[in-house]
């Protein structure tokens, strides 16, 4: 068994940096949703308290790198997005990662979503903290909503949102409000034997084509996690076997669309 801080609340997280405030490395953190994770292999938490004290310069050596799906979701993201600068576009569970803020430097006009604190400012980003499935955002107002590992999370109440128990469904009808004719949805989920755990839903191919009704897709692609290190496009049949109850194994990145004759 391996141990991170994700495998904590992100409320202890913060607790805990405040309590150990020397264990922050001598280099720069990176954010909970960086593509490469740092992660102390070790059981015992006297061993694991001890590598965290030590400098970055002598705890490295200790540390085990593990690249998350976020490798293969935020390169989807910036393939498929194909919008020109000035769109506007919706960043649905912003904090932790730097997919907003890139976005915004980028050019487009950013709102970012989430109901924790959003860490970064930039002239194109609007951060707008709160529950999604309450906001007041005008209808057909958007080119674009990005969700990067968010929806599953949707009405669960692991990261402090509300307990829904449709959320992830709630949240679509949501964004497809929001979204303009022919306005764009960036979706990645954990995918494989649909479950739903403490944290996250995981879906399967009956799940997500009801989830993403009455969007249209138009690209539909699955990767699978290889090793630590490595993550693989998989087809459909291959994904049936995999299992994302322990921690995401499988993605789905969707790109879908409005259609611009809805009425």
């Given at each position: 068994?391996?141990?991170?801080?994700?495998?904590?609340?992100?409320?202890?997280?913060?607790?805990s940096k405040k309590v150990f405030f020397f264990y922050k490395s001598s280099h720069a953190v990176s954010l909970p949703s960086d593509p490469i994770r740092e992660v102390i292999p070790y059981r015992h938490p006297l061993a694991r308290v001890a590598v965290g004290c030590l400098p970055y310069a002598l705890k490295h050596r200790f540390l085990r790198f593990v690249v998350t799906e976020r490798i293969v979701e935020y390169p989807f993201v910036w393939r498929y997005l194909d919008l020109p600068s000035g769109a506007s576009v919706l960043d649905l569970g912003a904090t932790g990662s730097k997919l907003a803020l890139e976005l915004a430097v980028a050019g487009y006009q950013v709102i970012a979503v989430d109901v924790l604190a959003y860490p970064f400012s930039h002239p194109n980003l609007r951060f707008w903290q709160g529950d999604f499935l309450a906001n007041s955002f005008p209808a057909d107002s958007l080119d674009a909503v990005v969700a990067v590992s968010t929806i599953e999370h949707m009405g669960i109440p692991y990261y402090g949102g509300p307990s829904v128990p449709d959320g992830d469904r709630r949240a679509l009808r949501e964004i497809w409000r929001l979204l303009k004719p022919g306005g764009r949805l960036l979706l990645t989920v954990p995918y494989g034997q649909a479950a739903q755990t403490a944290h996250q839903r995981v879906y399967d191919e009956s799940s997500l084509r009801a989830l993403l009704e009455p969007f249209e897709i138009d690209v539909l692609c699955f990767y699978r996690r290889q090793d630590a290190q490595q993550w693989a496009p998989a087809d459909a049949a291959a994904m049936r076997s995999v299992s994302s109850t322990q921690q995401t194994e499988g993605v789905a990145l969707v790109r879908a669309h409005k259609p611009a004759n809805v009425g």
């Open positions: 068994m391996e141990w991170s801080l994700k495998n904590l609340s992100p409320h202890a997280v913060r607790l």
